[in-house]
């Protein structure tokens, strides 16, 4: 029994001899040949947003409202009845309440970049805080920026920039 397995190794090194062979005898004379043993890659793919798993920008959101004042009375009645339902659609997202008194309730949304958003929402009907608080969920954490050209690009254009000088000459 172990003459055979090592009648099988035996065999295993002739045949990684032969291949070696094979590539030294298409390498030039002249240069060096590399004995190059066939393995298997050992990088690990790095995980960017969109490729594998999509993650949430926001990690947490929180709600500040009063419970005297009258700009606080949408708020009031979103935490009643429709923050529950919110919070089980997106368990990703951490849902903090906390009261404020004396001030205009506030939807504040924290980002993985280390980013805050804040969105006052006084005198709102629950489903407008509803839409504001999927707004700071869907939102990036980046500040916000003008967008000059719609396509930003390194390379030049294949066509060209126009030039009203070069081109087919028309007479008038």
């Not at 298997?40 to 959101?61: E, H, M, P, Y």
């Not at 009645?77 to 919110?86: E, G, I, Q, Y």
Request: charged letters at 25%; proline letters at 5%.
């Amino acid at each position: 029994m172990t003459r055979g397995f090592f009648h099988r190794q035996d065999m295993h090194l002739d045949i990684l001899e032969e291949r070696t062979m094979m590539v030294n005898q298409f390498t030039p004379s002249h240069s060096l040949a590399v004995k190059m043993p066939l393995q298997a890659l050992r990088t690990v793919s790095k995980g960017q947003n969109g490729v594998g798993a999509f993650i949430l920008q926001c990690k947490r959101l929180d709600f500040h409202y009063c419970d005297w004042a009258g700009s606080s009375k949408g708020m009031n009645s979103f935490l009643k009845n429709d923050l529950t339902a919110f919070a089980r659609a997106n368990p990703q997202v951490e849902i903090t309440v906390s009261p404020r008194p004396r001030k205009h309730p506030v939807i504040k949304g924290t980002y993985i970049n280390g980013r805050e958003k804040a969105i006052c929402v006084r005198n709102l009907e629950k489903e407008q805080i509803m839409k504001k608080a999927e707004l700071l969920r869907d939102a990036s954490g980046d500040k916000l920026r003008k967008v000059t050209k719609p396509v930003k690009s390194i390379n030049e254009s294949v066509r060209g920039i126009w030039d009203p000088f070069h081109g087919s000459k028309w007479s008038v």
